[in-house]
């Protein structure tokens, strides 16, 4: 398995892209055939070769398809069909991003996958992609530079307004203030915080929140994974009012008890690592 994550070297591509990252894996390759991809407030455009095909289980509804696509930020787990050989290259907007880049006049913002040319930008033609797919292990700096140099003219397009400013800096409060201090520490009302978040991003700044929590409570406890688990001090460390507040709020994001998700493991983090 071969795997590497980086961010943008360009400052313009970096406002709207939080890193790119590259995914292989061979024949020889074991693990889970059907990894979940747990919720993520950010949209990832995935380049992958014309031919190789892809499944996503997304909200009970089989999306299948060829190539490129991009996966809008996704509210709930989205099960992947990893059981064959595959070579991948994300780039992973940052939160609101596809609103500035209009993906949101031809897409939902949220919960959908698109899969056509609409949704990639221009000038990177067949021959070009195949050589950047396969050089992506050895020439990683390479690659990058690359990428940044595809996105600048299509992100230099991108379109800034009063609710994609206010959303930005949403975004840097959720997860260290409080929901309902934000519109006061932005001297707006709280409804106009609100309904900016939702237009931009497609969802509640409760719901942004909850993923960033999430997220950080699968990181600890993939960096821990050689230790037992106390839930009630997890519980307590993430801010649950007790144990049965996680496995119920675990059980609900997830599917499953925290006792058969460790017997499991089977989030990307968990197969993949965290890309670091």
């Known amino acids: 398995m071969n795997s590497w994550k980086q961010?943008?070297?360009?400052?313009?591509?970096?406002?709207y892209v939080d890193c790119y990252w590259f995914l292989e894996k061979s024949q020889l390759d074991s693990g889970v055939d059907y990894p979940k991809l747990n919720p993520d407030p950010a949209g990832t455009l995935i380049?992958?070769?014309?031919?190789?095909?892809?499944?996503?289980d997304l909200q009970n509804i089989a999306i299948r398809g060829m190539g490129c696509h991009i996966l809008m930020p996704n509210t709930g787990v989205i099960t992947m069909d990893h059981s064959k050989p595959f070579l991948i290259l994300g780039i992973k907007f940052n939160v609101g991003a596809l609103y500035s880049l209009k993906f949101n006049q031809a897409y939902p913002l949220v919960d959908y996958i698109a899969a056509n040319e609409d949704c990639l930008p221009p000038d990177l033609d067949a021959m070009s992609m195949q050589t950047l797919l396969c050089n992506s292990t050895e020439q990683i700096t390479l690659t990058c530079k690359t990428?940044?140099?595809?996105l600048l003219p299509w992100i230099k397009k991108s379109?800034?307004?009063?609710?994609?400013?206010l959303a930005r800096h949403i975004v840097s409060l959720v997860g260290t203030t409080p929901i309902y201090d934000?519109?006061?520490t932005l001297n707006c009302s709280q409804r106009t915080a609100e309904r900016a978040f939702r237009r931009v991003t497609g969802m509640t700044m409760k719901q942004h929140e909850s993923m960033i929590r999430f997220e950080a409570l699968l990181t600890y406890l993939h960096q821990t994974k050689d230790n037992p688990v106390n839930w009630a001090d997890t519980a307590a460390q993430f801010d649950f009012s007790d144990q049965p507040h996680l496995i119920r709020y675990l059980k609900a994001t997830v599917g499953v008890t925290p006792t058969d998700y460790l017997k499991q493991r089977n989030l990307t983090i968990d197969v993949y690592g965290d890309f670091e």
């Open 7 to 15: 961010q943008p070297t360009n400052s313009l591509v970096a406002k």
């Open 47 to 56: 380049l992958a070769p014309a031919n190789q095909s892809y499944h996503y």
């Open 182 to 184: 934000i519109g006061q």
């Open 159 to 165: 379109h800034e307004d009063q609710h994609s400013e």
């Open 147 to 150: 990428l940044d140099q595809w």
